[in-house]
């Protein structure tokens, strides 16, 4: 991924335009799904940035938090395909991808392989407790993630743009499951945590969820439209000092850097690599564009940034015998690059 910008770019002004439609669908979305999924706002906004920036999103919670019908939900605001991958430790990788199947011609009966496509093929993927699955299927999913293609007996199928996998995990239920390589980890723009609802929230939750069927809803985008967008996020101009700051702070997160504070050298075991960087920027102009801003700045970058490093910073056993934990890692990194 390459990111030159001139820092004294000015937007054409169709671009302009085109921004200023991007956040009025940016509120009709968020007035849809407001239909299906009650508070959860900074998830939303999260989700949003990472579906228009090209990148992958891994939700993390507990049980009963509607990261599914999230997920769902989203995928009937855009007028995009939509499977649903329920991982379990004997989900095998032809389960994900297809595999070719023998047919029977209908000249001379003859035999030949057909392929079959898997649940991957479409435009959103719900990879459901992604962390169920062992490493063998988890590699499956890698290719697809990051090159938008698979690979089956030695042939190439391209995935259908735009494309995106936005899976689910459980922190706290360890008994059948396996931890996500780093290198999967890695491929996911946010790690996007969860939380609990507000009393007021849940008292909505309760009255919205036991009365009458809810409404549907409306398709807001297709494909080309979602990719003339994503388009455009690209476009969207970022000041030097940006680049500088992305880079500064993602080089902290690494023990062995001279420029890595003593407690990271202390509480950190692998830091953040290149691809951390790239999502920062993205990320910041993604917020930016949705917010109906013309450039990307600071507070932009401040606010993904902790979606984008909590899962990239590993920490060893001095920091989990300190309760450090990368979340508090990020915020702390964050709060001393603002006081410098």
């Known amino acids: ?53 090209r990148g992958h999103a891994l939700l993390m919670g507990v049980p009963g ?4 019908l999230l997920v769902s939900s989203v995928a009937q605001t855009f007028d995009l395909s939509f499977n649903r991958i329920q991982f379990t430790p004997d989900l095998m990788p032809a389960d994900i991808t297809g595999t070719d199947i023998i047919q029977e011609s209908g000249v001379g009966g003859k035999r030949e392989f057909e392929f079959i496509k898997g649940p991957v093929f479409a435009n959103i993927v719900l990879a459901d407790e992604i962390n169920r699955a062992p490493a063998k299927t988890q590699s499956a999913m890698l290719e697809a ?12 199928y391209p995935l259908p743009p735009p494309f995106f996998v936005l899976a689910t995990q459980n922190p706290i239920e360890q008994e059948g499951t396996y931890p996500l390589p780093e290198a999967q980890l890695d491929r996911f723009m946010f790690l996007i945590e969860v939380g609990y609802p507000t009393a007021a ?65 202390d509480t950190v075991g692998w830091g953040a690599g290149p691809r951390a960087v790239q999502y920062l920027i993205l990320g910041a102009k993604s917020r930016a564009a949705l917010r109906g801003s013309y450039m990307a700045s600071l507070e932009d970058l401040e606010a993904i940034a902790p979606a ?23 915020e702390r990194l964050i709060k001393e690059m603002r006081e410098d």
């Open 1 to 53: 991924m390459e990111f030159t910008q001139d820092p004294g770019y000015q937007l054409p002004p169709d671009d302009v335009a085109a921004i200023d439609e991007l956040g009025k669908v940016y509120q009709s979305f968020r007035a849809e799904l407001a239909k299906a999924i009650i508070g959860q706002d900074d998830v939303i906004e999260k989700l949003a940035i990472s579906l228009f920036a």
């Open 65 to 68: 938090l509607a990261k599914t």
């Open 145 to 156: 993630m990051q090159e938008n293609k698979v690979t089956v007996l030695g042939k190439t």
């Open 201 to 265: 929230e849940e008292k909505e939750i309760a009255r919205a969820t036991t009365g009458t069927a809810r409404q549907a809803l409306s398709h807001l985008l297709d494909g080309d439209k979602v990719i003339a967008f994503q388009q455009l996020v690209r476009r969207v101009p970022v000041p030097e000092h940006l680049f500088d700051y992305a880079v500064r702070i993602v080089r902290k997160t690494r023990p062995g850097e001279p420029e890595s504070p003593q407690w990271i050298k």
């Open 308 to 330: 984008v490093l909590n899962h990239r910073v590993i920490t060893n056993f001095s920091a989990e015998s300190q309760g450090m934990t990368s979340k508090k890692i990020i």
